[in-house]
């Protein structure tokens, strides 16, 4: 979904809560009861996740829902109408302020992971997550109450003593937690600072990003460990904690504010990383006592990896001179001396040249196809073209690697395109064909390196990952679901060692001859993938990578330790464009 569709879908949600609730108060008058809980039951079901998230612009309708169930229960009440009305009003003062105050004490109590954290039984029942329980079960109860006659569940003096009591608590803590504000307007966690100086990291790693977008730092993790310093992962949003926590055992910290950066990170903290161009990174960067480093996700053609952001960065990690020269080619102006070439670590367990294959054994092709791009002018998947090549590799009797981009969940439309090569791969396996791999085998049980080592021949969008394939120098086909044409290879020069697709498919069998049918390493673009693959990945070997990566990482934080520069797989950090 694109940034304007999400834009529009948000805002019709809120105009349509607020316009329910206002109805519900309106109707809040004797006589008509239930059209008012129905109307503000309607409203709170609506925006009760959204509450959980602390959604401020969702307050309004909030609240009118609130007091339309007050005015009808004051209505009603009878004697317990000063009960009531206190009750109402507290309730009344969660709905608007609960968010605040959760996002009040959780700056003072981060979320962490991996971290050895001491805190006292009183700074436990006020952390994030006991505050956070807190918000969603009175999110439930305040929906529940909604769609009850609340007058008869104050009658009864338990009941309403009970629903003080914890309203009453809640609003404490509200004021709690921007009493801290007011007496600190930068508070940090000091339990969690003082743990974090324990460490004494030597780099920190900053994470931020939409939800599925754990991949991009996943695939660094086992680098960073490697390099054998210790060091602290900042990741930004709560639904990234999880993703980011399953890959490895270094301490993560959450910081949801800006505020907190400033001071969680002790002095001996030399250098941040980053794998993206998300926005908050800024918030990081603008931190002029560290070496800021932007490493991305991957080496391709993308107008994402040669985006004028990265002039913020101190250093730009790249693979080889292909990632130099695109910043200059596309007019960024990025000066040399930011750039350092250190390959692509991720290769070091590839496989270069041809595969071995078993007596009988069929030719494995990998389609991996990128995402739908945020908008349409970077869509470069090929997906809805993707059954017509997956149909002709099965006419040829290939065993097939479908490796979707993790992104393809997040687009309707080419989900769907997805589970139809799925389904066709698993009618040809339940038929007697070749042992395809798709689904979890080929997306989170296997790494994209197992992929590559388990084919011969591949096909893919433009993406990181047709480059990451250059390293093995077997056969690559690239897709042009755009129509580009004539310009295809000079705007993404990769190209020149892929046999392209043409758009509907034409060429599809003249390019699977080259793909499949030659002899190993005799197809008509070998040279020229040679000579590509240095220029785009350098020529470092696979029992270098690793080190290269590891020397380059601590270069950031400890340049006078560093050795001089010396000839062999290390690239110099002065580099000369072309």
Not at 101 to 121: F, M, P, S
Not at 391 to 396: P, S
């Amino acid at each position: 979904m694109t940034d304007v569709k999400r834009l529009l879908k948000s805002q019709t949600v809120r105009l349509t809560a607020a316009a329910v609730a206002a109805v519900a108060a309106a109707v809040a008058l004797p006589g008509v009861s239930w059209p008012t809980y129905l109307l503000a039951f309607a409203v709170l079901a609506t925006v009760a996740r959204r509450h959980r998230e602390g959604i401020a612009s969702m307050r309004v309708p909030r609240v009118l829902a609130a007091l339309a169930v007050l005015i009808e229960v004051w209505t009603d009440a009878g004697a317990a109408r000063w009960p009531v009305l206190v009750a109402g009003a507290l309730l009344t003062c969660y709905l608007a302020y609960a968010d605040l105050a959760a996002k009040a004490i959780g700056i003072g109590h981060l979320d962490t992971v991996n971290l050895e954290v001491r805190r006292t039984r009183r700074e436990r029942l006020t952390s994030p997550a006991a505050i956070g329980t807190l918000v969603n079960a009175l999110s439930v109860l305040y929906v529940l109450a909604a769609a009850v006659p609340v007058a008869a569940a104050v009658t009864d003096p338990l009941l309403l003593a009970l629903a003080l009591a914890v309203l009453a608590w809640t609003g404490a803590t509200a004021v709690a937690g921007q009493w801290r504000l007011r007496r600190d307007p930068h508070p940090v966690d000091a339990a969690v600072a003082a743990a974090v100086e324990a460490l004494r990291p030597r780099f920190a790693v900053h994470f931020a990003g939409t939800r599925l977008s754990e991949y991009q730092l996943k695939m660094w993790l086992p680098y960073f460990e490697a390099v054998g310093d210790p060091f602290v992962i900042i990741v930004r949003e709560r639904h990234l904690v999880k993703g980011v926590a399953e890959a490895t055992t270094a301490p993560i910290v959450r910081v949801p504010a800006q505020s907190v950066l400033d001071r969680l990170l002790p002095a001996g903290v030399g250098s941040c990383f980053y794998v993206n161009h998300a926005v908050k990174n800024a918030q990081l960067v603008k931190l002029d006592k560290f070496l800021h480093v932007q490493l991305m996700h991957g080496d391709s053609d993308k107008p994402i990896s040669r985006s004028p952001v990265s002039l913020m960065y101190d250093r730009v990690f790249v693979a080889g001179q292909a990632g130099v020269d695109r910043y200059r080619t596309h007019g960024v102006d990025l000066p040399v001396y930011k750039f350092r070439r250190i390959g692509r670590p991720q290769l070091h367990e590839i496989q270069v040249g041809p595969r071995t294959r078993a007596p009988g054994e069929p030719p494995a092709v990998l389609y991996a196809p990128t995402w739908a791009g945020l908008t349409s002018d970077v869509d470069y998947s090929s997906l809805a073209q993707g059954q017509q090549i997956v149909e002709a590799l099965l006419r040829r009797g290939a065993r097939v690697i479908f490796r979707a981009h993790p992104y393809t969940a997040a687009n309707k439309a080419y989900r769907g395109f997805a589970a139809e090569i799925r389904a066709l791969l698993a009618a040809d396996a339940a038929s007697g064909g070749p042992d395809h791999r798709w689904g979890p085998r080929a997306e989170r049980e296997a790494t994209l390196t197992d992929c590559i080592n388990a084919a011969d021949a591949a096909v893919c969008d433009i993406s990181g990952t047709a480059s990451d394939w250059l390293y093995c120098a077997r056969p690559l086909a690239m897709t042009d679901p755009r129509g580009i044409g004539a310009g295809y290879a000079e705007q993404f020069p990769l190209a020149r060692a892929a046999y392209l697709l043409e758009p509907d498919g034409a060429n599809l069998d003249e390019v699977l001859d080259e793909l499949l049918d030659r002899p190993p390493g005799l197809d008509a673009l070998a040279p020229v993938r040679a000579e590509v693959r240095e220029y785009y990945l350098g020529d470092i070997a696979p029992g270098d990578l690793v080190a290269v990566f590891r020397d380059a990482v601590k270069d950031t934080y400890a340049p006078a330790a560093a050795p001089a520069a010396t000839p062999g797989p290390a690239p110099a950090v002065q580099l000369e464009l072309r």
